[in-house]
C-alpha cells in the first residue's frame, strides 16, 4: 500500500513514468525494511535491457526516419490512391490503406498520425470532407501502426513476456489486416449514409504507372516482413536490413535521401530509443517488485473468482486494459500490466503469451483513442486544428468495430497464431 500510495504521488506532481517506477521501487524497498535489496536494484535495472531483441527498437525507429526523408510517405500514399481513389469516399479509403502500408514501415501510433494528417486531411477537405472526420479517421488509422509489424510495443511486450520478438510479430500481421478491412467496411457504410464524394479519376493507364512508379516503395516492408515469415532473418537483422533497403529506396529511386542527412537521423532514433530503453529498464524494476510483493498471486486469486474460463478471463482484461489505455501511454501501460496480467493468464488459464500480448497491445492502442486523454486525437489535433473530443464522436463507428476485433481475438485465439509455425 506504501508502495502504491507513492507511485499515484509521484505519477501525480508530474514526474516521468520511467523515473516514478524506478522511485516506487526504491519505496518499496525501505519500506519492506530488507536494506539487502537495495544490492539487487541495478542489477535488475540492468538486466530489463541486458536483451538482444531490444537492439530492433532503434532500428525500426531509424527506419521511419530514412522514410520519411527520403519522400517515401508520400509515394506510398500516391499508391493506395492508384487502388481505391476512385470509389464512393475514395480518400476515407487511401487514408486506410495508406496508414497500413505505412504501419509495416513505423510501428508507432502517434509518430504515424503525426506523418499522415499533414498529408490526408488537407486533401481529404478540400475535397468536401468534414476536417473533424478526416482528422479523426487518420487517428484510427495510426492504430495500424502497433499491430502491423514492425511494431515497438510488440518488442517490448516480447522483453516483458520472454517470448520470440518473431513470433510477436508475425502474430500481429493478421489482426492488423483484419481490422483494415473492418475499417474500410465502416467507411463504405458510412459513405453511403453520407454520401462521402469520390476522388479524381484515374484512367487504367494513369494508375498502372502510378503503382509501376510507386512500388519500389513496397521493398522496406516486403524485406522486413518477408526475411521474418520466411526464417532467414530474426527481428532485430531484418530491422537492420530494412534500414538498408529504406536507404536504398530513399537515395536511388525516389532521390530524395541524402547520406549526409543521417548522422541528424540516427540522433533522433538514438534519443527516442533511450527513452523506450529507460522505460524497459524500469519495467523490470517494477516487475522484480510486484513479483517480490506477491502482487501477480493475489491477482489471480481475485480474478478467478470472477471469470471462470479463459474466455471470460479475456473479456475482463479487456474491459481492464482499454480503461488503462484511456489514461496510460502504449508502452508504459505495457510496463504497468503485463507483469501482472501475464502470469495469471500462462499459468492459471493457459493462454498462449503470443496471444494475450496482441489482444493487450491492441487494447492500449485503442486508449490512445479514447476519452479522456486520447493522445492519437490530441497530435491529430495539433496538426489540422481539429476538436479532439468531436473527433470521438463522428468516428464513433471505429472505436465500435475495434471492440468487435478484440471480442474476435478473445473468442478465437488462431487469428493471432495462424502464422506462427
Given at each position: 500500500m506504501?508502495?502504491?500510495a507513492?507511485f499515484v504521488a509521484i505519477?501525480?506532481?508530474?514526474v516521468p513514468?520511467g523515473l516514478?517506477?524506478?522511485?516506487?521501487?526504491?519505496?518499496?524497498i525501505a519500506?519492506s525494511g530488507?536494506?539487502v535489496?537495495?544490492?539487487?536494484?541495478?542489477?535488475?535495472l540492468f538486466g530489463?535491457?541486458?536483451?538482444?531483441?531490444?537492439?530492433?527498437i532503434?532500428?525500426?525507429i531509424l527506419?521511419?526516419e530514412?522514410m520519411?526523408g527520403?519522400?517515401?510517405?508520400?509515394?506510398?500514399?500516391?499508391?493506395?490512391?492508384a487502388?481505391?481513389?476512385?470509389?464512393k469516399?475514395?480518400?476515407a479509403?487511401?487514408?486506410?490503406?495508406?496508414?497500413m502500408?505505412i504501419s509495416?514501415i513505423?510501428g508507432s501510433a502517434t509518430a504515424?498520425v503525426?506523418?499522415?494528417?499533414q498529408?490526408m486531411?488537407p486533401?481529404?477537405e478540400k475535397k468536401?470532407?468534414d476536417k473533424t472526420?478526416?482528422a479523426g479517421?487518420?487517428?484510427y488509422?495510426?492504430?495500424?501502426?502497433?499491430i502491423?509489424?514492425?511494431?515497438v510495443?510488440?518488442?517490448v511486450y516480447?522483453?516483458?513476456?520472454?517470448?520470440?520478438?518473431?513470433?510477436?510479430?508475425?502474430a500481429g500481421?493478421?489482426?492488423?489486416?483484419?481490422?483494415?478491412?473492418m475499417?474500410?467496411l465502416v467507411?463504405?457504410l458510412m459513405?453511403y449514409?453520407?454520401?462521402?464524394?469520390?476522388?479524381?479519376?484515374?484512367?487504367?493507364?494513369?494508375?498502372?504507372?502510378?503503382i509501376?512508379?510507386?512500388?519500389?516503395t513496397?521493398?522496406i516492408p516486403?524485406?522486413i516482413?518477408?526475411?521474418?515469415?520466411?526464417g532467414?532473418?530474426n527481428?532485430?537483422?531484418?530491422a537492420a536490413?530494412?534500414a538498408?533497403?529504406a536507404a536504398v529506396v530513399?537515395?536511388?529511386?525516389?532521390?530524395?535521401?541524402e547520406?549526409s542527412?543521417?548522422?541528424q537521423?540516427?540522433?533522433?532514433?538514438?534519443?527516442?530509443s533511450a527513452?523506450?530503453l529507460?522505460?524497459v529498464a524500469?519495467?523490470a524494476?517494477?516487475s522484480?517488485v510486484l513479483?517480490?510483493?506477491k502482487?501477480p498471486?493475489?491477482?489471480?486469486?481475485?480474478?478467478?473468482?470472477?471469470?471462470?474460463?479463459?474466455?471470460s478471463?479475456?473479456?475482463?482484461c479487456?474491459?481492464?486494459?482499454?480503461?488503462?489505455g484511456?489514461?496510460?501511454?502504449?508502452?508504459?501501460?505495457l510496463i504497468?500490466?503485463?507483469?501482472?496480467?501475464?502470469p495469471v493468464a500462462t499459468?492459471v488459464y493457459?493462454?498462449d503469451?503470443?496471444?494475450?500480448?496482441?489482444?493487450?497491445v491492441?487494447?492500449l492502442?485503442l486508449?490512445?483513442?479514447s476519452?479522456p486523454?486520447?493522445?492519437?486525437f490530441f497530435?491529430?489535433?495539433?496538426v489540422?486544428?481539429?476538436k479532439?473530443?468531436k473527433?470521438?464522436?463522428v468516428?464513433l463507428?471505429f472505436?465500435v468495430i475495434?471492440?468487435?476485433l478484440l471480442?474476435l481475438?478473445?473468442?478465437y485465439?488462431?487469428?493471432?497464431?495462424?502464422l506462427?509455425k
Amino acid at each position: 500500500m506504501v508502495t502504491s500510495a507513492a507511485f499515484v504521488a509521484i505519477m501525480l506532481v508530474g514526474v516521468p513514468i520511467g523515473l516514478c517506477l524506478c522511485l516506487a521501487g526504491l519505496v518499496y524497498i525501505a519500506a519492506s525494511g530488507n536494506p539487502v535489496l537495495f544490492q539487487s536494484y541495478p542489477l535488475q535495472l540492468f538486466g530489463g535491457v541486458d536483451s538482444y531483441g531490444l537492439i530492433a527498437i532503434p532500428l525500426f525507429i531509424l527506419i521511419g526516419e530514412i522514410m520519411n526523408g527520403g519522400g517515401i510517405t508520400r509515394r506510398i500514399v500516391d499508391m493506395a490512391m492508384a487502388f481505391v481513389g476512385s470509389l464512393k469516399g475514395g480518400l476515407a479509403y487511401v487514408n486506410i490503406l495508406a496508414n497500413m502500408f505505412i504501419s509495416s514501415i513505423l510501428g508507432s501510433a502517434t509518430a504515424q498520425v503525426a506523418i499522415m494528417a499533414q498529408i490526408m486531411v488537407p486533401e481529404m477537405e478540400k475535397k468536401g470532407y468534414d476536417k473533424t472526420f478526416a482528422a479523426g479517421l487518420t487517428a484510427y488509422g495510426g492504430m495500424l501502426g502497433p499491430i502491423i509489424p514492425p511494431s515497438v510495443m510488440f518488442v517490448v511486450y516480447s522483453v516483458l513476456a520472454q517470448v520470440s520478438v518473431s513470433d510477436m510479430l508475425i502474430a500481429g500481421i493478421v489482426p492488423g489486416v483484419i481490422l483494415t478491412v473492418m475499417f474500410c467496411l465502416v467507411i463504405a457504410l458510412m459513405g453511403y449514409v453520407y454520401n462521402y464524394p469520390r476522388a479524381d479519376y484515374q484512367t487504367p493507364r494513369q494508375r498502372v504507372m502510378t503503382i509501376l512508379r510507386t512500388s519500389p516503395t513496397l521493398l522496406i516492408p516486403i524485406v522486413i516482413v518477408g526475411t521474418i515469415l520466411s526464417g532467414l532473418a530474426n527481428a532485430t537483422e531484418s530491422a537492420a536490413v530494412g534500414a538498408v533497403a529504406a536507404a536504398v529506396v530513399g537515395k536511388y529511386w525516389t532521390r530524395e535521401f541524402e547520406f549526409s542527412q543521417l548522422p541528424q537521423m540516427m540522433l533522433r532514433s538514438a534519443i527516442y530509443s533511450a527513452i523506450v530503453l529507460f522505460l524497459v529498464a524500469a519495467a523490470a524494476v517494477f516487475s522484480w517488485v510486484l513479483i517480490f510483493g506477491k502482487v501477480p498471486q493475489e491477482t489471480a486469486g481475485w480474478i478467478q473468482s470472477a471469470a471462470k474460463d479463459p474466455i471470460s478471463f479475456m473479456l475482463i482484461c479487456n474491459v481492464i486494459l482499454l480503461v488503462i489505455g484511456t489514461v496510460i501511454d502504449g508502452i508504459p501501460g505495457l510496463i504497468m500490466t503485463v507483469p501482472i496480467l501475464l502470469p495469471v493468464a500462462t499459468d492459471v488459464y493457459h493462454i498462449d503469451p503470443r496471444h494475450f500480448g496482441v489482444v493487450v497491445v491492441i487494447n492500449l492502442v485503442l486508449g490512445l483513442l479514447s476519452p479522456p486523454v486520447g493522445l492519437c486525437f490530441f497530435v491529430a489535433a495539433a496538426v489540422t486544428g481539429a476538436k479532439p473530443g468531436k473527433m470521438f464522436m463522428v468516428t464513433l463507428p471505429f472505436f465500435v468495430i475495434s471492440c468487435v476485433l478484440l471480442v474476435l481475438l478473445s473468442l478465437y485465439p488462431s487469428l493471432s497464431l495462424i502464422l506462427i509455425k
